[in-house]
Protein backbone atom coordinates (compact mmCIF):
# COMPACT_ATOMS: atom_id res chain seq x y z
CA UNK A 1 0.00 0.00 0.00
CA UNK A 2 2.82 2.27 -0.86
CA UNK A 3 2.13 3.22 -3.97
CA UNK A 4 1.53 6.73 -5.34
CA UNK A 5 2.16 8.68 -8.06
CA UNK A 6 3.88 12.58 -8.99
CA UNK A 7 1.02 14.18 -11.30
CA UNK A 8 2.30 17.19 -13.43
CA UNK A 9 0.15 20.10 -14.75
CA UNK A 10 2.29 21.19 -17.83
CA UNK A 11 0.55 24.43 -19.37
CA UNK A 12 -2.96 23.03 -19.07
CA UNK A 13 -5.91 24.91 -20.71
CA UNK A 14 -9.01 24.13 -21.05
CA UNK A 15 -12.15 26.37 -22.78
CA UNK A 16 -15.23 25.53 -22.78
CA UNK A 17 -17.11 26.12 -26.31
CA UNK A 18 -18.95 28.89 -26.58
CA UNK A 19 -16.87 30.55 -23.53
CA UNK A 20 -14.81 33.84 -23.71
CA UNK A 21 -13.16 32.79 -20.44
CA UNK A 22 -10.89 29.69 -20.13
CA UNK A 23 -12.10 26.79 -17.43
CA UNK A 24 -8.32 26.09 -16.69
CA UNK A 25 -6.00 28.85 -18.03
CA UNK A 26 -2.47 27.83 -18.32
CA UNK A 27 -2.02 25.96 -15.38
CA UNK A 28 1.30 24.25 -13.72
CA UNK A 29 1.58 23.00 -11.18
CA UNK A 30 4.18 19.77 -10.10
CA UNK A 31 2.24 17.72 -7.09
CA UNK A 32 4.80 15.22 -5.81
CA UNK A 33 3.96 11.84 -4.97
CA UNK A 34 2.62 11.15 -1.96
CA UNK A 35 1.62 15.20 -1.26
CA UNK A 36 -1.86 15.72 -0.75
CA UNK A 37 -2.50 18.52 -2.70
CA UNK A 38 -5.31 20.99 -2.32
CA UNK A 39 -6.87 22.92 -5.28
CA UNK A 40 -9.02 25.45 -3.58
CA UNK A 41 -10.64 28.57 -4.92
CA UNK A 42 -13.91 30.66 -5.64
CA UNK A 43 -16.85 28.93 -7.84
CA UNK A 44 -15.34 29.86 -11.77
CA UNK A 45 -11.89 29.05 -10.40
CA UNK A 46 -11.82 25.68 -12.43
CA UNK A 47 -10.84 23.41 -9.67
CA UNK A 48 -13.35 20.60 -10.37
CA UNK A 49 -12.68 20.52 -14.30
CA UNK A 50 -8.76 20.95 -13.33
CA UNK A 51 -9.17 17.60 -11.38
CA UNK A 52 -12.00 15.93 -14.02
CA UNK A 53 -8.82 16.43 -16.59
CA UNK A 54 -6.73 13.88 -14.69
CA UNK A 55 -8.90 11.13 -15.31
CA UNK A 56 -9.99 12.30 -18.21
CA UNK A 57 -13.58 13.37 -17.56
CA UNK A 58 -12.92 16.38 -19.15
CA UNK A 59 -10.60 16.89 -22.16
CA UNK A 60 -8.06 19.42 -22.27
CA UNK A 61 -7.34 22.23 -24.95
CA UNK A 62 -3.56 22.43 -24.97
CA UNK A 63 -0.64 21.60 -22.45
CA UNK A 64 -0.39 18.20 -21.26
CA UNK A 65 -0.88 16.32 -17.85
CA UNK A 66 2.15 13.55 -16.78
CA UNK A 67 1.48 11.14 -14.45
CA UNK A 68 4.79 9.62 -13.21
CA UNK A 69 6.37 11.29 -16.44
CA UNK A 70 4.12 9.97 -18.61
CA UNK A 71 0.89 11.45 -20.76
CA UNK A 72 -2.31 10.96 -19.88
CA UNK A 73 -3.09 11.07 -23.15
CA UNK A 74 -0.71 7.99 -24.06
CA UNK A 75 -3.17 5.50 -21.71
CA UNK A 76 -5.85 4.09 -22.92
CA UNK A 77 -9.19 6.22 -21.15
CA UNK A 78 -10.42 3.07 -19.31
CA UNK A 79 -7.13 1.82 -18.35
CA UNK A 80 -5.99 5.18 -16.62
CA UNK A 81 -9.36 5.66 -14.44
CA UNK A 82 -8.96 2.11 -13.00
CA UNK A 83 -5.53 2.94 -11.90
CA UNK A 84 -7.15 6.10 -10.42
CA UNK A 85 -9.26 6.47 -7.34
CA UNK A 86 -12.42 8.80 -7.54
CA UNK A 87 -14.66 10.18 -4.66
CA UNK A 88 -17.17 12.87 -5.55
CA UNK A 89 -19.34 15.14 -3.31
CA UNK A 90 -22.24 13.04 -4.56
CA UNK A 91 -20.73 10.17 -4.20
CA UNK A 92 -22.34 7.75 -6.85
CA UNK A 93 -22.64 4.69 -5.12
CA UNK A 94 -24.44 2.55 -7.37
CA UNK A 95 -27.42 2.13 -6.01
CA UNK A 96 -28.67 -1.39 -7.37
CA UNK A 97 -25.50 -2.69 -5.66
CA UNK A 98 -24.34 -4.39 -2.11
CA UNK A 99 -21.98 -2.00 -0.43
CA UNK A 100 -19.63 -4.81 -0.84
CA UNK A 101 -20.11 -5.10 -4.90
CA UNK A 102 -19.92 -1.44 -4.55
CA UNK A 103 -16.45 -1.52 -3.39
CA UNK A 104 -14.91 -4.51 -5.26
CA UNK A 105 -15.98 -2.42 -8.69
CA UNK A 106 -12.55 -1.81 -10.25
CA UNK A 107 -11.44 -5.19 -8.73
CA UNK A 108 -13.65 -7.22 -11.02
CA UNK A 109 -12.84 -4.52 -13.81
CA UNK A 110 -9.46 -6.10 -13.39
CA UNK A 111 -10.28 -9.48 -13.08
CA UNK A 112 -9.51 -10.50 -9.89
CA UNK A 113 -10.80 -13.40 -7.90
CA UNK A 114 -14.09 -13.61 -6.28
CA UNK A 115 -12.07 -14.39 -3.12
CA UNK A 116 -9.60 -12.08 -2.95
CA UNK A 117 -12.47 -8.95 -3.90
CA UNK A 118 -14.22 -10.19 -1.17
CA UNK A 119 -10.96 -10.12 1.37
CA UNK A 120 -10.31 -6.63 -0.26
CA UNK A 121 -13.38 -5.31 0.43
CA UNK A 122 -13.88 -6.44 4.00
CA UNK A 123 -10.27 -5.00 4.55
CA UNK A 124 -11.44 -1.45 2.88
CA UNK A 125 -14.41 -1.54 5.15
CA UNK A 126 -12.95 -1.75 8.13
CA UNK A 127 -10.36 0.80 6.99
CA UNK A 128 -12.56 3.41 6.93
CA UNK A 129 -14.50 2.54 9.72
CA UNK A 130 -17.30 0.55 8.81
CA UNK A 131 -18.04 -3.14 9.48
CA UNK A 132 -17.36 -6.32 7.41
CA UNK A 133 -20.68 -6.64 7.89
CA UNK A 134 -21.65 -3.71 6.17
CA UNK A 135 -20.57 -5.86 3.02
CA UNK A 136 -24.01 -6.92 2.71
CA UNK A 137 -25.87 -4.08 2.92
CA UNK A 138 -27.42 -1.50 -0.01
CA UNK A 139 -26.49 1.85 -0.08
CA UNK A 140 -30.05 3.14 0.81
CA UNK A 141 -29.83 1.38 4.28
CA UNK A 142 -26.27 3.97 5.72
CA UNK A 143 -26.11 7.41 6.37
CA UNK A 144 -24.57 9.93 4.05
CA UNK A 145 -21.48 10.11 5.89
CA UNK A 146 -21.70 5.90 5.94
CA UNK A 147 -22.02 5.99 2.32
CA UNK A 148 -19.23 8.19 1.88
CA UNK A 149 -16.96 6.02 3.84
CA UNK A 150 -18.16 3.32 0.82
CA UNK A 151 -17.08 5.84 -1.58
CA UNK A 152 -13.80 5.97 -0.01
CA UNK A 153 -13.56 2.30 0.17
CA UNK A 154 -14.33 1.58 -3.43
CA UNK A 155 -12.33 4.71 -4.51
CA UNK A 156 -9.16 3.00 -2.37
CA UNK A 157 -9.87 -0.81 -3.65
CA UNK A 158 -7.42 -1.53 -6.26
CA UNK A 159 -4.63 0.18 -4.55
CA UNK A 160 -4.72 3.29 -7.28
CA UNK A 161 -1.04 5.26 -6.78
CA UNK A 162 -3.62 8.60 -7.27
CA UNK A 163 -6.84 9.61 -5.93
CA UNK A 164 -9.16 12.43 -6.91
CA UNK A 165 -11.53 13.93 -4.42
CA UNK A 166 -14.38 16.46 -5.62
CA UNK A 167 -15.65 18.37 -2.44
CA UNK A 168 -16.37 14.60 -1.21
CA UNK A 169 -17.73 16.42 2.78
CA UNK A 170 -19.44 19.15 1.34
CA UNK A 171 -22.89 17.70 1.91
CA UNK A 172 -22.09 16.46 5.19
CA UNK A 173 -23.55 17.99 8.09
CA UNK A 174 -20.03 19.54 10.26
CA UNK A 175 -19.50 16.68 12.69
CA UNK A 176 -19.29 14.03 10.31
CA UNK A 177 -17.31 16.32 8.08
CA UNK A 178 -15.16 16.63 10.39
CA UNK A 179 -14.77 12.98 11.58
CA UNK A 180 -13.66 12.35 8.14
CA UNK A 181 -11.81 15.12 7.08
CA UNK A 182 -9.60 13.75 10.68
CA UNK A 183 -9.78 10.48 9.16
CA UNK A 184 -9.03 10.97 5.94
CA UNK A 185 -5.56 12.62 7.13
CA UNK A 186 -4.66 9.59 8.93
CA UNK A 187 -5.76 7.58 6.50
CA UNK A 188 -3.25 9.30 3.90
CA UNK A 189 -0.45 8.99 6.52
CA UNK A 190 -0.84 4.95 6.44
CA UNK A 191 -1.80 4.50 2.54
CA UNK A 192 0.63 7.54 1.60
CA UNK A 193 -1.03 7.90 -2.10
CA UNK A 194 -1.02 10.85 -3.86
CA UNK A 195 -4.42 12.99 -3.49
CA UNK A 196 -5.66 16.02 -5.23
CA UNK A 197 -8.67 17.28 -3.29
CA UNK A 198 -10.88 20.01 -4.86
CA UNK A 199 -12.84 22.46 -2.26
CA UNK A 200 -13.93 25.78 -1.71
CA UNK A 201 -13.56 25.90 1.42
CA UNK A 202 -10.35 27.42 2.81
CA UNK A 203 -10.71 26.45 6.23
CA UNK A 204 -10.71 22.60 5.12
CA UNK A 205 -7.90 23.37 2.38
CA UNK A 206 -5.85 24.41 5.22
CA UNK A 207 -6.65 21.74 7.66
CA UNK A 208 -5.93 18.75 4.84
CA UNK A 209 -3.61 20.01 2.35
CA UNK A 210 0.59 19.43 2.53
CA UNK A 211 -0.14 21.67 -0.42
CA UNK A 212 -2.27 24.35 -1.53
CA UNK A 213 -3.48 25.03 -4.94
CA UNK A 214 -5.61 28.59 -4.86
CA UNK A 215 -7.27 29.00 -8.49
CA UNK A 216 -8.71 32.30 -8.92
CA UNK A 217 -11.69 33.33 -11.31
CA UNK A 218 -10.86 32.44 -14.81
CA UNK A 219 -8.76 29.33 -14.04
CA UNK A 220 -5.73 30.90 -12.88
CA UNK A 221 -3.32 29.71 -10.48
CA UNK A 222 -3.29 32.44 -7.85
CA UNK A 223 -0.51 30.85 -5.48
CA UNK A 224 0.96 26.81 -4.98
CA UNK A 225 2.70 26.14 -1.64
CA UNK A 226 2.44 25.28 1.98
CA UNK A 227 -0.69 26.07 3.99
CA UNK A 228 1.86 27.81 6.32
CA UNK A 229 3.64 29.43 3.61
CA UNK A 230 0.46 30.79 1.81
CA UNK A 231 -0.87 32.03 4.94
CA UNK A 232 2.63 33.68 5.89
CA UNK A 233 3.39 35.31 2.42
CA UNK A 234 -0.27 35.63 0.63
CA UNK A 235 0.71 36.38 -3.23
CA UNK A 236 -1.68 39.21 -4.02
CA UNK A 237 -4.11 40.63 -2.51
CA UNK A 238 -7.17 38.43 -4.00
CA UNK A 239 -5.04 35.60 -2.02
CA UNK A 240 -5.09 37.75 0.93
CA UNK A 241 -8.71 38.22 0.96
CA UNK A 242 -9.53 34.61 0.13
CA UNK A 243 -7.46 33.32 3.02
CA UNK A 244 -9.01 35.48 5.05
CA UNK A 245 -8.03 38.90 8.10
CA UNK A 246 -7.22 36.11 10.37
CA UNK A 247 -4.93 34.60 8.86
CA UNK A 248 -2.38 35.03 11.36
CA UNK A 249 -4.62 32.94 13.79
CA UNK A 250 -5.12 30.00 11.25
CA UNK A 251 -1.51 29.90 10.89
CA UNK A 252 -1.25 29.37 14.67
CA UNK A 253 -3.61 26.34 14.20
CA UNK A 254 -1.44 24.48 11.87
CA UNK A 255 0.83 24.20 14.38
CA UNK A 256 0.74 22.44 18.32
CA UNK A 257 2.70 22.97 21.68
CA UNK A 258 4.79 19.66 20.63
CA UNK A 259 6.01 21.53 17.57
CA UNK A 260 7.91 24.58 19.17
CA UNK A 261 10.56 25.27 21.84
CA UNK A 262 9.14 26.02 25.32
CA UNK A 263 10.87 28.08 28.11
CA UNK A 264 11.80 26.26 31.30
CA UNK A 265 9.24 25.62 33.69
CA UNK A 266 9.17 27.13 37.17
CA UNK A 267 8.31 24.35 39.62
CA UNK A 268 5.55 26.25 41.13
CA UNK A 269 4.02 28.35 38.13
CA UNK A 270 0.19 28.08 38.55
CA UNK A 271 -0.42 29.42 34.65
CA UNK A 272 -3.08 27.29 33.20
CA UNK A 273 -1.69 23.70 32.05
CA UNK A 274 -2.35 22.24 28.77
CA UNK A 275 -1.07 19.44 26.99
CA UNK A 276 1.17 18.91 24.00
CA UNK A 277 -1.03 18.88 21.25
CA UNK A 278 -2.79 21.77 22.36
CA UNK A 279 -2.65 23.82 18.60
CA UNK A 280 -0.86 27.50 19.21
CA UNK A 281 -4.15 29.17 18.15
CA UNK A 282 -6.09 27.32 21.21
CA UNK A 283 -3.18 28.11 23.28
CA UNK A 284 -3.42 31.73 22.45
CA UNK A 285 -7.05 31.74 23.14
CA UNK A 286 -6.70 30.29 26.33
CA UNK A 287 -4.40 32.89 27.52
CA UNK A 288 -6.67 35.57 26.27
CA UNK A 289 -9.43 34.60 28.15
CA UNK A 290 -7.51 33.45 31.39
CA UNK A 291 -5.76 36.74 31.39
CA UNK A 292 -2.34 34.98 31.75
CA UNK A 293 0.76 35.60 29.50
CA UNK A 294 2.07 32.12 29.40
CA UNK A 295 0.56 28.50 29.83
CA UNK A 296 2.39 25.54 31.13
CA UNK A 297 2.96 22.80 28.49
CA UNK A 298 2.39 19.11 30.13
CA UNK A 299 2.66 15.54 28.39
CA UNK A 300 -0.20 12.85 28.65
CA UNK A 301 1.18 11.30 31.61
CA UNK A 302 1.00 15.56 33.60
CA UNK A 303 4.66 15.68 33.84
CA UNK A 304 5.50 19.20 32.81
CA UNK A 305 7.73 19.81 29.71
CA UNK A 306 7.82 23.57 29.90
CA UNK A 307 6.05 26.59 29.38
CA UNK A 308 4.76 28.62 26.26
CA UNK A 309 4.52 32.69 26.25
CA UNK A 310 2.22 34.73 24.39
CA UNK A 311 5.15 36.36 22.78
CA UNK A 312 6.57 33.56 21.76
CA UNK A 313 3.27 33.26 19.47
CA UNK A 314 4.00 36.28 18.06
CA UNK A 315 7.69 35.91 17.31
CA UNK A 316 6.67 32.10 15.82
CA UNK A 317 4.58 34.26 13.25
CA UNK B 1 -89.76 -21.19 -11.31
CA UNK B 2 -89.92 -20.24 -14.84
CA UNK B 3 -90.92 -22.50 -17.66
CA UNK B 4 -88.64 -24.01 -20.62
CA UNK B 5 -86.76 -21.13 -22.24
CA UNK B 6 -85.62 -20.96 -25.93
CA UNK B 7 -83.30 -24.37 -27.00
CA UNK B 8 -79.76 -22.43 -27.59
CA UNK B 9 -76.93 -24.66 -28.13
CA UNK B 10 -74.29 -23.67 -25.65
CA UNK B 11 -76.83 -23.34 -22.79
CA UNK B 12 -76.76 -27.26 -22.99
CA UNK B 13 -79.03 -29.35 -21.20
CA UNK B 14 -79.35 -27.27 -18.49
CA UNK B 15 -80.76 -26.98 -15.11
CA UNK B 16 -83.90 -24.14 -14.47
CA UNK B 17 -81.33 -21.50 -13.77
CA UNK B 18 -79.87 -22.02 -17.28
CA UNK B 19 -82.88 -22.30 -19.49
CA UNK B 20 -84.27 -19.32 -17.72
CA UNK B 21 -81.22 -17.79 -18.51
CA UNK B 22 -80.96 -16.13 -14.11
CA UNK B 23 -77.88 -14.44 -13.30
CA UNK B 24 -75.74 -16.66 -12.78
CA UNK B 25 -75.67 -20.26 -13.02
CA UNK B 26 -73.10 -22.18 -10.92
CA UNK B 27 -74.16 -25.32 -12.43
CA UNK B 28 -73.61 -24.19 -16.28
CA UNK B 29 -70.08 -22.98 -15.36
CA UNK B 30 -69.36 -26.56 -13.69
CA UNK B 31 -70.71 -28.18 -16.83
CA UNK B 32 -68.93 -26.38 -19.50
CA UNK B 33 -65.51 -25.66 -17.82
CA UNK B 34 -63.70 -28.39 -19.39
CA UNK B 35 -65.28 -27.56 -22.82
CA UNK B 36 -65.59 -24.15 -23.16
CA UNK B 37 -64.29 -21.70 -20.37
CA UNK B 38 -61.17 -23.45 -19.27
CA UNK B 39 -59.77 -23.84 -22.66
CA UNK B 40 -60.93 -20.36 -23.23
CA UNK B 41 -58.88 -19.08 -20.23
CA UNK B 42 -55.50 -21.12 -20.84
CA UNK B 43 -55.93 -19.79 -25.00
CA UNK B 44 -56.37 -15.95 -23.57
CA UNK B 45 -53.53 -16.60 -21.50
CA UNK B 46 -51.23 -17.38 -24.22
CA UNK B 47 -52.11 -14.75 -26.85
CA UNK B 48 -51.25 -12.50 -24.16
CA UNK B 49 -48.14 -14.15 -23.32
CA UNK B 50 -47.37 -14.35 -26.71
CA UNK B 51 -47.79 -10.70 -27.27
CA UNK B 52 -46.21 -9.44 -24.41
CA UNK B 53 -43.20 -11.01 -25.42
CA UNK B 54 -43.00 -10.32 -28.91
CA UNK B 55 -43.70 -6.98 -28.09
CA UNK B 56 -40.97 -6.54 -25.60
CA UNK B 57 -38.66 -8.58 -27.57
CA UNK B 58 -39.47 -5.65 -30.43
CA UNK B 59 -39.36 -2.95 -27.84
CA UNK B 60 -36.43 -3.46 -25.98
CA UNK B 61 -33.82 -3.36 -28.38
CA UNK B 62 -35.77 -0.41 -30.07
CA UNK B 63 -35.54 1.66 -26.35
CA UNK B 64 -31.67 0.63 -26.75
CA UNK B 65 -31.44 2.57 -29.59
CA UNK B 66 -33.39 5.07 -28.54
CA UNK B 67 -31.31 5.83 -25.65
CA UNK B 68 -27.83 5.68 -27.66
CA UNK B 69 -29.21 7.61 -29.99
CA UNK B 70 -31.95 10.24 -28.34
CA UNK B 71 -33.28 11.37 -31.88
CA UNK B 72 -34.77 8.39 -32.54
CA UNK B 73 -36.96 8.71 -29.00
CA UNK B 74 -39.82 11.30 -30.33
CA UNK B 75 -40.09 9.19 -33.50
CA UNK B 76 -40.26 5.77 -31.92
CA UNK B 77 -42.63 7.06 -29.24
CA UNK B 78 -45.02 8.52 -31.82
CA UNK B 79 -45.04 5.59 -33.73
CA UNK B 80 -46.03 3.08 -31.27
CA UNK B 81 -48.61 6.12 -30.13
CA UNK B 82 -50.17 5.88 -33.38
CA UNK B 83 -50.47 2.33 -33.48
CA UNK B 84 -52.28 1.92 -30.68
CA UNK B 85 -54.58 4.54 -31.75
CA UNK B 86 -55.78 2.64 -34.53
CA UNK B 87 -58.91 0.73 -33.60
CA UNK B 88 -58.74 -2.82 -33.52
CA UNK B 89 -61.55 -4.12 -35.42
CA UNK B 90 -60.26 -1.61 -38.22
CA UNK B 91 -56.60 -3.19 -37.89
CA UNK B 92 -58.32 -6.67 -38.26
CA UNK B 93 -59.91 -5.99 -41.78
CA UNK B 94 -56.92 -4.47 -42.59
CA UNK B 95 -54.77 -7.13 -41.71
CA UNK B 96 -56.69 -10.03 -42.93
CA UNK B 97 -56.40 -9.99 -46.57
CA UNK B 98 -53.27 -10.24 -45.97
CA UNK B 99 -52.86 -13.13 -42.55
CA UNK B 100 -56.26 -14.39 -42.90
CA UNK B 101 -58.37 -15.45 -40.23
CA UNK B 102 -55.32 -16.41 -37.79
CA UNK B 103 -54.35 -16.21 -34.87
CA UNK B 104 -50.96 -14.27 -36.44
CA UNK B 105 -53.58 -11.48 -37.22
CA UNK B 106 -54.94 -11.27 -33.72
CA UNK B 107 -51.11 -10.74 -32.74
CA UNK B 108 -49.96 -8.34 -35.04
CA UNK B 109 -52.67 -6.24 -33.21
CA UNK B 110 -51.91 -7.14 -29.79
CA UNK B 111 -48.24 -6.56 -30.52
CA UNK B 112 -48.91 -3.04 -31.88
CA UNK B 113 -50.84 -2.26 -28.99
CA UNK B 114 -47.73 -3.29 -25.86
CA UNK B 115 -45.14 -1.41 -27.97
CA UNK B 116 -46.85 2.02 -26.29
CA UNK B 117 -46.88 0.40 -22.93
CA UNK B 118 -43.35 -1.02 -23.24
CA UNK B 119 -41.65 1.26 -25.03
CA UNK B 120 -41.08 4.72 -23.23
CA UNK B 121 -40.96 2.64 -19.79
CA UNK B 122 -38.08 0.91 -21.05
CA UNK B 123 -36.55 4.23 -22.26
CA UNK B 124 -37.61 5.99 -18.92
CA UNK B 125 -35.85 3.47 -17.13
CA UNK B 126 -32.43 3.53 -18.48
CA UNK B 127 -32.45 7.37 -18.72
CA UNK B 128 -33.51 6.72 -15.01
CA UNK B 129 -29.54 6.48 -13.58
CA UNK B 130 -28.82 9.61 -11.76
CA UNK B 131 -26.23 11.32 -13.07
CA UNK B 132 -23.50 10.90 -10.35
CA UNK B 133 -24.20 7.14 -10.19
CA UNK B 134 -23.04 7.64 -14.01
CA UNK B 135 -20.41 9.77 -13.42
CA UNK B 136 -19.04 8.03 -11.17
CA UNK B 137 -19.01 4.69 -13.25
CA UNK B 138 -16.99 6.09 -15.96
CA UNK B 139 -14.54 7.98 -13.44
CA UNK B 140 -13.90 4.36 -12.20
CA UNK B 141 -13.31 2.82 -16.16
CA UNK B 142 -16.19 0.93 -16.58
CA UNK B 143 -16.51 1.09 -20.46
CA UNK B 144 -19.63 2.13 -21.97
CA UNK B 145 -21.03 -1.23 -22.38
CA UNK B 146 -20.17 -1.83 -19.42
CA UNK B 147 -22.22 1.13 -17.61
CA UNK B 148 -25.07 0.03 -19.30
CA UNK B 149 -25.10 -3.55 -18.53
CA UNK B 150 -24.16 -3.26 -15.75
CA UNK B 151 -25.41 -0.01 -14.19
CA UNK B 152 -28.33 1.33 -16.83
CA UNK B 153 -29.87 -1.52 -17.15
CA UNK B 154 -30.44 -3.24 -13.64
CA UNK B 155 -31.44 0.52 -12.69
CA UNK B 156 -33.93 0.14 -15.17
CA UNK B 157 -35.79 -2.94 -13.87
CA UNK B 158 -38.26 -1.40 -11.87
CA UNK B 159 -39.53 0.73 -14.81
CA UNK B 160 -39.12 -2.51 -17.08
CA UNK B 161 -41.50 -4.53 -15.00
CA UNK B 162 -43.85 -1.39 -14.53
CA UNK B 163 -44.02 -1.48 -18.34
CA UNK B 164 -45.02 -5.01 -18.50
CA UNK B 165 -46.69 -5.25 -16.12
CA UNK B 166 -49.06 -2.26 -17.77
CA UNK B 167 -48.71 -4.07 -20.76
CA UNK B 168 -50.11 -7.50 -19.67
CA UNK B 169 -52.75 -6.61 -17.60
CA UNK B 170 -54.37 -4.38 -20.77
CA UNK B 171 -53.58 -7.18 -23.65
CA UNK B 172 -55.59 -9.73 -21.52
CA UNK B 173 -58.33 -7.12 -21.72
CA UNK B 174 -58.11 -6.30 -25.00
CA UNK B 175 -57.00 -9.95 -26.02
CA UNK B 176 -60.86 -10.43 -25.71
CA UNK B 177 -61.48 -8.85 -29.43
CA UNK B 178 -59.80 -11.67 -30.88
CA UNK B 179 -62.89 -13.38 -30.88
CA UNK B 180 -64.06 -11.21 -33.84
CA UNK B 181 -60.86 -13.35 -36.29
CA UNK B 182 -61.01 -16.27 -33.96
CA UNK B 183 -62.76 -18.30 -31.99
CA UNK B 184 -60.23 -18.44 -29.07
CA UNK B 185 -59.29 -16.88 -25.97
CA UNK B 186 -62.34 -15.65 -22.96
CA UNK B 187 -63.56 -12.99 -25.75
CA UNK B 188 -65.20 -16.15 -27.53
CA UNK B 189 -67.82 -17.13 -25.01
CA UNK B 190 -68.82 -13.77 -24.56
CA UNK B 191 -68.95 -12.92 -28.66
CA UNK B 192 -71.12 -16.75 -28.71
CA UNK B 193 -73.46 -15.23 -25.90
CA UNK B 194 -73.97 -11.70 -27.56
CA UNK B 195 -75.12 -13.80 -30.85
CA UNK B 196 -77.77 -15.12 -29.69
CA UNK B 197 -80.53 -13.56 -29.80
CA UNK B 198 -81.25 -13.15 -25.94
CA UNK B 199 -77.75 -13.35 -24.89
CA UNK B 200 -77.09 -15.82 -22.04
CA UNK B 201 -75.58 -14.30 -19.12
CA UNK B 202 -73.72 -16.66 -17.04
CA UNK B 203 -71.45 -17.42 -19.93
CA UNK B 204 -71.02 -13.49 -20.06
CA UNK B 205 -70.62 -13.03 -16.56
CA UNK B 206 -67.86 -15.97 -16.08
CA UNK B 207 -65.81 -15.20 -19.23
CA UNK B 208 -65.74 -11.52 -18.20
CA UNK B 209 -64.89 -12.44 -14.75
CA UNK B 210 -62.32 -14.66 -15.66
CA UNK B 211 -60.34 -12.25 -17.47
CA UNK B 212 -60.46 -10.12 -14.58
CA UNK B 213 -58.81 -12.80 -12.65
CA UNK B 214 -56.27 -13.45 -15.16
CA UNK B 215 -55.30 -9.94 -15.07
CA UNK B 216 -54.91 -9.28 -11.40
CA UNK B 217 -53.34 -12.39 -10.97
CA UNK B 218 -50.57 -11.37 -13.62
CA UNK B 219 -50.68 -8.08 -11.51
CA UNK B 220 -49.97 -10.07 -8.51
CA UNK B 221 -46.94 -12.18 -10.40
CA UNK B 222 -45.58 -8.79 -11.29
CA UNK B 223 -45.24 -7.37 -7.67
CA UNK B 224 -43.88 -10.57 -6.95
CA UNK B 225 -41.11 -10.40 -9.68
CA UNK B 226 -40.31 -7.07 -8.36
CA UNK B 227 -39.49 -7.85 -5.07
CA UNK B 228 -37.03 -10.60 -5.88
CA UNK B 229 -35.56 -8.44 -8.81
CA UNK B 230 -35.10 -5.30 -7.33
CA UNK B 231 -33.81 -5.92 -3.67
CA UNK B 232 -32.10 -2.63 -3.17
CA UNK B 233 -35.31 -0.84 -3.44
CA UNK B 234 -37.11 -2.48 -0.79
CA UNK B 235 -35.25 -0.52 2.19
CA UNK B 236 -35.85 3.49 1.64
CA UNK B 237 -35.33 3.47 -1.95
CA UNK B 238 -38.49 4.14 -4.25
Known amino acids: MSRAAEIVFDHVTRRYPGRQVAAVDDLSLVIPAGAFCVLVGPSGGGKTTALKMVNRLVPYDAGDIRIDGRSIRDIPVVELRREIGYVIQQIGLFPHMTIGDNVGTVPKLLGWPKQRIRERSAELL ?82 MGDRIAILREGGVLAQYDTPDAILAHPADTFVAAFIGEDRALRRLALRRLRDVELQPAATDDRAPRVGLDTT ?15 LVVEDDEGRVKGVFHLRDAGALL | MSGPGPVIPSFGQGSSCVTGDHLFCWDWVRQHWSDTLG ?23 LALLAHRFRLLEQPLGVVSALLYTIPSVALFQFLIPFTGLTTTTVEVALVAYTLVMLFPNIVAG ?12 HGMGLTSRQVLWSVELPLAVPAIIGGLRIAVVSTVAIATIAAFVLPKGLGYPIFLALKEPTPFKTEIYSAAFLAVALALCCDAVFVVLRRVLVPWARKGLA
Open chain 2, 39 to 61: PALVQHLELTFIAVAIGFALAFP
Open chain 1, 126 to 207: ELVGLEAADAARYPAELSGGQRQRVGLARALAADPPLLLMDEPFGALDPITRLRLQTELRRLHREVGKTVIFVTHDIDEAIQ
Open chain 2, 126 to 137: LRSAPPDVLEAA
Open chain 1, 280 to 294: LRNAVSLMLETKSDR
